[in-house]
């Protein structure tokens, strides 16, 4: 199962309306079973709509949709922006999600992480706390440490270890040395940076910095990632795009993990809207059903039939044998009666000499 974070730079109507941008936006999404988006800009919620709706409709997304979770508006000042997560539903169950918010008179993320927990029913781990981060560059470091705090809401919150910390860290450059970023709570155990400081993240060509990263908490989150996996999609040399088109994507590449699978369960799927090119299929499934629900009442009717009429044979014996045991003992009062009569009438007749009763 892949994850993936990505900051989209400014994604809103305009870049979604855009052609080229939503094609190898929607590309670039479809091959991960979770990515979170960051720095969407979409005040209204049409923008995002509008791209689910596209994504849906690309390919075999029809057949296997995403979903989309989206934070509210996010920042401190004029300038605010989203979290939002894309997740397909065959593979991934929403448990549960929240805001997180700072204590009282602290005030030290612009943007606080929109965090969510998740099934996922064929990985190793079976579910997942996501925490995603679009750090101030100015503030990386601070930010980045008080992550921690952060960690520790979630363990006390879900009760999980297996938390992934994902996004635009602005970690590299001028923002946060090597130095600085060692003194910082979140880069020592049980901390494990997934993304190396050699990758480059950036699709401009000026530099080569590594801003986003992947950060699993604990050995048992380390051990569930699939060796090597960690690492950004080049889009522009796989979609063999120019200087151009890249950059009229993103000014990121996307930071990508995979998950090792383990046992296999059935996850939840919703139920999709019949579609023109799915009607046919429809109807013959409908049909077979009916064959089959017609299959299940004859077989249905005559074993009730049969089940009456047993039951019926059973009560006619059992009347005749009341009725049998009725004569016998009307019999026996008889020949009680007649032995008393020839007593009384001093006929020859012995008790010997009749015939014993049954009774």
Known sequence: ???????????????????????????????????????????????????????????????????????ELLGRSWYREKFVYFYRESEVELVDFYQYEEEDNVDVFAREPYIIRIRCPHTVVGNLALIPVHTTPEDAETELDALVDVVKDVKERWGTNNIMILGDFNADGRYLSKKKKGEIRIH???????????????????????????????????????????????????????????????????????????QKQKAPRQKRTETKSTKGQTQRKGNCCLTLLCLYDTVFFFAYFSFVQCHSNTNRTTEEEGEHNRITEEDCDNEKKERRDIKHTGQEKTFGQMKQPDC
Not at 32 to 53: N, P, Q
Request: hydrophobic share 35%.
């Open 1 to 71: 199962m892949k994850i993936a974070a990505f900051n989209v730079r400014n994604l809103g109507m305009s870049k979604v309306n855009n052609d080229v941008v939503l094609k190898n936006l929607i590309k670039i999404v479809s091959q991960y079973s979770v990515v979170v988006m960051l720095e969407v800009m979409d005040t209204t919620g049409r923008a995002m709509k509008k791209f689910l709706r596209e994504l849906n409709n690309y390919e075999d997304n029809e057949y296997d949709p995403y979903a989309m979770k989206s934070s």
């Open 188 to 262: 020592s155990a049980p901390y494990h940076w997934l993304i190396d400081d050699d990758v480059d993240t950036t699709s401009s060509n000026k530099n080569d910095n590594t801003y986003d990263r992947i950060v699993v908490y604990g050995q048992t989150m380390l051990d569930a990632i699939v060796p090597s996996s960690a690492k950004s999609f080049n889009f522009q040399k796989a979609f063999k795009l120019t200087d151009e088109q890249t950059l009229s994507i993103s000014d990121h590449y996307p930071v990508e993990v995979e998950l090792k699978t383990g």
